[in-house]
């Protein structure tokens, strides 16, 4: 399903050069449910960036269901992520000045959804993660697992094929992350959504189907 | 309106900021177009041609000599002008002080010719205006304001045939007539006097004096013709002793206005004062502008975490500058209605405090339409940038923000 080939991220400033991805080599089978292991700085966020084409890779290819992304224009590309991809990020990145539900319809404000569907769809993604009793609450009046499960659900509202999750429980106690992974797995098993996560946590990374470990913008295992 | 929520004192500053300059702009609007557009008692402008100075120089010598015109220049030379179809005659306002109950009262008044009344459109409350038999008897006779009456005569009902004395000159009163505008300068007086009973020497030949003219075509048509028949007139006008130069114009309206304002007598400067007029506005409009750029940016600034999770989710760069677009435009529209509000309490106050005698100032369609306009200016240029700034935002950067 996602295709990487021969990735390389090289970020320069006036004085210095740092190569963050190194050759990476990489396929992602369809319903694969696949963590990215590393330390610090070794560039899994910048992997995770470019597979979501939220980056674009100094050299290499990448493919996404047989289609080529380096060609596509910014509109091409935001039109790709509105509906093949979902992500999750460690910081939630919610919008606190919208309620909940607001926030799940977000991905459908750009699919030119009525507003009954995105009504509709948004409220059956709380459901799916459990907070259908929370529609009307702002973000700040949630705790950080129930701000990361409404971040699941925007996620998950456009049905997309690929989630991307960078640390998802990072910012979580271990019960919550438990909470959270299980609700990732179910995801995976009962929807066969393709997910891609890097964490630091080793026992939530031996729960998913295959570990990649990266160091220093390389690929060791 | 929950972006508006959001940082409650940056709102409020813009909010300000935009009604308060076009607060400004409106009631200054509504000043201008209340000496620009036709107003009582100058009805016809568009049939009218304004006549105003004379200018008579030495250009060997470097000496020159600027004034109104005489009563025997309009009377012996503009008269015989066959597009002329009325030409109404006045002069400077003069001063005069009346006493009633012990008080003084400065009347000002003007000497008009009898045509005056046929070209100008006052409205008479009472009475009539003076003739020009009444003119040829010098009859002592006053056509009064209503403000005067009221000053002078306090509750009477009818004043036509009573007396009114000013330096201890006793005019009969013959007709009385709704208040002029001070904005009408040329046109506003508290008392109209027929010109044969003004001091100066009726047998003067000099074509310098103290009055001013309006010259009445038949109709628009011939109004380019009438000022080309003046113009042909002034050439064959015998130029006074010691000069060589004479300098006379017939203007339209707005003309006359710019070559009073920054021309001369051989330059209207119609596009001098235009432009300067224009480019004030523009320069007005364009600080504020540029304050509320900056605020913008710094607004965006703050939500580049949610520019970033919009991009990531699928909004463009294009759907998210015509967002931010549209959000400016409602934030500079909501401050132009409160700057309407403002605007319609600040005309009320200024009309109430007759803050220039007489003037009444309106918030009509022009005016609306104008300001509608700055805001339609305002919304976009103060978008436009930082909308196109946020565009460029980096995704992974805007999201580590």
């Known amino acids: ?74 509109q091409q590309l935001a039109k790709f992520r509105n509906q093949k991809l979902g992500f999750i990020f460690q910081s939630y990145h919610l919008i606190n000045d919208l309620q909940v539900l607001d926030n799940v319809e977000l991905p459908l404000l750009y699919r030119n959804a009525s507003a009954k569907e995105r009504k509709a769809l948004a409220s059956e993604a709380l459901e799916k993660v459990g907070l259908s009793n929370r529609l009307k609450h702002f973000p700040t009046q949630l705790s950080g697992g129930q701000r990361q499960r409404v971040a699941i659900a925007r996620a998950i509202v456009g049905n997309p094929q690929i989630i991307l999750a960078d640390e998802p429980t990072g910012n979580l ?26 964490t630091h946590d080793e026992s939530m990374a031996h729960k998913t189907h295959r570990l990649v470990r990266l160091f220093d913008g390389s690929q060791v295992q | 309106m929950a972006v508006l929520k959001r940082r409650k004192f940056f709102t409020f500053i813009s909010l300000f900021g935009i009604s308060f300059t076009l607060t400004i702009l409106m009631v ?31 250009s060997k010598e470097g000496w020159m000599n600027s004034s109104n015109l005489s009563m025997y220049f309009f009377n012996h030379y503009v008269s015989t002008l066959k597009n002329v179809q009325k030409m109404g005659i006045s002069s400077n ?69 009573k007396y009114i004395s000013a330096d201890n000159i006793n005019y009969r009163v013959i007709g009385v007539v709704e208040n002029v505008s001070k904005t009408v300068r040329n046109f506003s007086g508290d008392m109209y006097l027929p010109y ?35 113009n042909q007139m002034l050439k064959k006008v015998p130029i006074p002793k010691d000069f060589d130069k004479i300098y006379c114009n017939a203007d ?9 304002i920054g021309g001369s007598s051989t330059n209207a400067a119609v ?123 980096n995704v992974v950067k805007a999201l580590k923000a």
């Open chain 2, 93 to 161: 306002s003069k001063s005069s002080n009346a006493y009633v109950n012990n008080k003084k009262l400065v009347i000002g008044y003007k000497y008009t010719n009898a045509d005056y009344w046929n070209v100008l459109e006052y409205k008479f409350l009472e009475g009539k205006a003076f003739s020009q038999k009444e003119i040829d008897d010098a009859e002592m006779i006053a056509v009064i304001s209503k403000e005067t009456k009221e000053s002078y005569f306090g509750d009477e009902k009818s004043v036509v045939g």
């Open chain 2, 252 to 260: 339209p309206f707005f003309t006359a206005i710019t070559r009073r």
């Open chain 2, 28 to 58: 200054s609007t509504a000043l201008i177009d209340k000496m620009l557009s036709p107003d009582y008692p100058d009805h016809k402008r568009s049939r009218s041609l304004y006549v105003e100075r004379m200018e008579i120089k030495n």
């Open chain 1, 173 to 198: 106690d271990s019960a919550m992350g438990n909470e959270i992974m299980e609700i990732l797995l179910n995801l995976n098993k009962t929807e066969g959504t393709t997910i891609v996560m890097v």
């Open chain 2, 196 to 230: 044969s009973i003004a001091k100066d020497n009726r047998n003067n030949t000099d074509l310098m004096g103290t009055y001013t003219a309006v010259l009445l075509a038949k109709n628009e048509a011939d109004v380019p013709k009438m000022e080309m028949e003046f």
């Open chain 1, 1 to 74: 399903m996602i295709r990487l080939q021969n990735i390389e991220k090289v970020y320069r400033t006036d004085t210095v050069e740092t190569l963050a991805i190194n050759g990476i080599n990489l396929d992602i089978a369809k319903g694969e449910f696949l963590s990215i292991m590393g330390p610090s700085g070794c560039g899994k966020s910048t992997l995770l960036n470019i597979i979501g084409l939220l980056d674009e890779p100094s050299k290499g290819q990448i493919k996404i269901d047989d289609t080529d992304i380096r060609k596509f224009s910014d």
């Open chain 2, 271 to 393: 596009a001098k004062v235009i432009s300067l007029a224009g480019g004030f506005v523009l320069l007005f409009l364009l600080l504020p502008t540029i304050n509320l750029v900056n605020i913008n940016i710094t607004r965006i600034m703050e939500r580049s975490s949610e520019i970033g999770v919009r991009k990531a989710f699928g909004a463009s760069s294009k759907t998210l500058v015509y967002q931010f677009i549209v959000e400016n435009m409602i934030l500079t529209f909501l401050g132009g209605f409160i700057g309407v509000v403002f605007s319609l309490l600040i005309i009320y106050l200024i009309n109430q405090s007759n803050f220039i005698s007489n003037m009444r100032l309106s918030m009509n369609l022009t005016v609306f339409c104008y300001s509608l306009l700055a805001c339609v200016f305002f919304g976009l240029i103060s978008g436009v940038y930082p909308a196109w700034r946020m565009s460029k935002l």
